[in-house]
């Protein structure tokens, strides 16, 4: 009988890493915007706005990873058996070999 996983079992670092990036994201964000951040005559809420964009473009980054880490279903190299993989890599190798000698004998050297 295979092992159950809840949905959150793997890849816990990259979910706080996304969790914690969208809490940065949206502070920063409603700071940037709601709050006056006048600085010496200088505003600064645009450059919080600004870094809760980027904020968000991390978060959805650890997202990605986060999901792709929990997708189930995939079979493993060793569950396919070897016949199809293994005619695969050696075609690659003998195609990338093919292309390498052709290359290697007609630069002039």
């Known amino acids: 009988m295979a092992a159950k996983h809840d949905g959150m079992?793997?890849?816990k670092l990259a979910l706080a890493?996304?969790?914690l990036m969208d809490l940065l994201a949206a502070v920063s964000l409603l700071v940037g915007v709601f709050a006056p951040l006048e600085i010496?005559?200088?505003?600064f809420g645009?450059?919080?706005?600004y870094t809760g964009a980027l904020f968000v473009l991390l978060s959805l980054a650890g997202w990605v990873i986060w999901y792709s880490g929990n997708i189930e279903?995939?079979?493993s190299k060793k569950e396919l058996g070897g016949g199809v993989g293994d005619?695969?890599?050696r075609l690659a190798r003998s195609l990338s070999r093919r292309i390498r000698l052709a290359r290697t004998q007609s630069s002039p050297t």
């Not at 010496?40 to 505003?43: L, R, V, Y």
């Not at 645009?46 to 706005?49: E, I, K, N, S, Y």
């Open 9 to 11: 079992s793997h890849c």
């Open 17 to 19: 890493f996304a969790v």
């Open 73 to 75: 279903g995939l079979t």
């Open 87 to 89: 005619a695969v890599d």
């Open 46 to 49: 645009d450059l919080l706005v």
């Open 40 to 43: 010496k005559g200088q505003d």
